[in-house]
């Protein structure tokens, strides 16, 4: 995870928000920059979920995208300051995220493949609790699972969603997945499980015309499936960057201690 060398171009992505484009603003007029297709480097202003998109965009572009916060939370952010950006940007840290795949299949036999970088989620659509079968690597690990729905996270994906359904937060280094139900009824005392990263999760949607089910690939949503796969790609991946002293790793660590 070597720092980085912003020397080959830089560019700005911003959010339509005031905030950021305020900052978008005050950046044009410090440092020169070169167009998007050309960057090595993207900074991009906003909040998570505009940075969430930013990251979809520039997976394989050999690409580094570096955020600062004019949003919220800021999860995946650095801090906003406008001066001294380059020298920030020649200490900061890189992490090479790998993105889940879905494969989504809608009951009229429509198909549809998306990335997501944090999760991809199951949710029934009305009333009706959803009912699912999952599999592992082709074998069924639950043959009925009634719930609101079910996802499966990534470790950098692990403190957002998956963190408030309950499920556990993961170093990235750990090498796996979490599978985490929401609001499960049946079993009653089913609260998930650890996945190797290099295993295919397959859901079946049970009674689809009765109890309907979306799929949600971070931003991307398939509604009225009949069933759906999720592996990590491991031959895709965006390279995101943190200054040193707030790395990815020491963000989720440090949700760990937050009381």
């Known amino acids: 995870m070597a720092t980085e060398d912003p020397s080959g171009g830089l560019a700005f992505l911003a959010s339509p928000e005031p905030r950021p484009q305020a900052a978008l603003k005050r950046l044009q007029q410090l440092y020169p920059t070169v167009p998007l297709a050309d960057a090595a480097v993207i900074v991009v202003l906003g909040g998570d979920g505009f940075m969430l998109r930013a990251l979809r965009r520039f997976v394989d572009s050999g690409k580094a995208v570096y955020g600062m916060n004019r949003g919220s939370v ?108 929401i609001s499960p009824f049946r079993p009653r005392r089913w609260r998930g499980a650890l996945l190797p990263r290099d295993v295919q999760v ?27 796969e999720v592996a990590e790609d491991r031959g895709s991946h965006v390279r995101i960057l943190f200054d040193p002293e707030q790395t990815l790793e020491e963000r989720i660590l440090k949700e760990q201690f937050i009381t």
């Open 202 to 228: 397959g859901f079946q949607v049970l009674e689809p015309g009765k109890r309907p089910v979306s799929a949600v690939a971070d931003v991307v949503e398939v509604r009225n499936v009949a069933s759906v």
């Open 74 to 181: 800021g999860f995946l952010m650095n801090g906003y300051r406008p001066d001294g950006l380059p020298e920030r940007l020649a200490r900061a840290r890189g992490f090479d995220l790998h993105p889940l795949r879905m494969r989504a299949v809608t009951m009229t036999g429509e198909e549809t493949e998306a990335i997501a970088l944090n999760e991809v989620s199951l949710f029934r659509e009305t009333g009706e609790s959803a009912r699912l079968a999952i599999r592992i690597d082709g074998l069924e690990r639950l043959a009925n699972l009634v719930c609101d729905g079910v996802m499966v996270a990534t470790p950098a994906g692990s403190t957002a969603y998956n963190l408030s359904a309950h499920g556990p937060i993961l170093p990235l280094g750990a090498g796996v997945m979490a599978l985490t139900p």
